[in-house]
Nanobody
Framework: QVQLVESGGGLVQAGGSLRLSCAAS????????MGWFRQAPGKERELVAT????????YYADSVKGRFTISRDNAKNTVYLEMNSLKPEETAVYYC?????????????????WGQGTQVTVSS
């Protein structure tokens, strides 16, 4: 049974930092492109960042470039999202997802497995 479990969310003040982790089980993470998405109340789920199976390429939404960093440790079957200079409008549930994709997985339909999400709340 495939499971993706996010952790590291919480309440942080604007300008603060959080590091999210996504631990995978039931699959070999090195075979999957990985992505972080977020969904705020009343809004669609949006791609925040994605990384290829090898970690050689990454993609970031324009809104987070220069502030967020996605990384992976295939030996630990874990993916990370380092978030700095957080803004109140980035309050959302953050999800990690895995997709069988050779290159960057930019479309939500490319992802096969999803975690349950972790809440990030940024106070002003």
């Amino acid at each position: 049974q495939v499971q993706l479990v996010e952790s590291g969310g919480g309440l942080v003040q604007a300008g603060g930092s959080l590091r999210l982790s996504c631990a995978a089980s039931g699959l070999t993470l090195s075979s999957y492109a990985m992505g972080w998405f977020r969904q705020a109340p009343g809004k669609e789920r949006e791609l925040v960042a994605t990384i290829t199976w090898s970690g050689s390429r990454t993609y970031y939404a324009d809104s987070v470039k220069g502030r967020f960093t996605i990384s992976r440790d295939n030996a630990k079957n874990t993916v990370y999202l380092e978030m700095n200079s957080l803004k109140p409008e980035e309050t959302a549930v953050y999800y990690c997802a895995a997709g069988v994709q050779y290159g960057l997985a930019l479309d939500i339909s490319a992802y096969d497995y999803w975690g349950q999400g972790t809440q990030v709340t940024v106070s002003s």
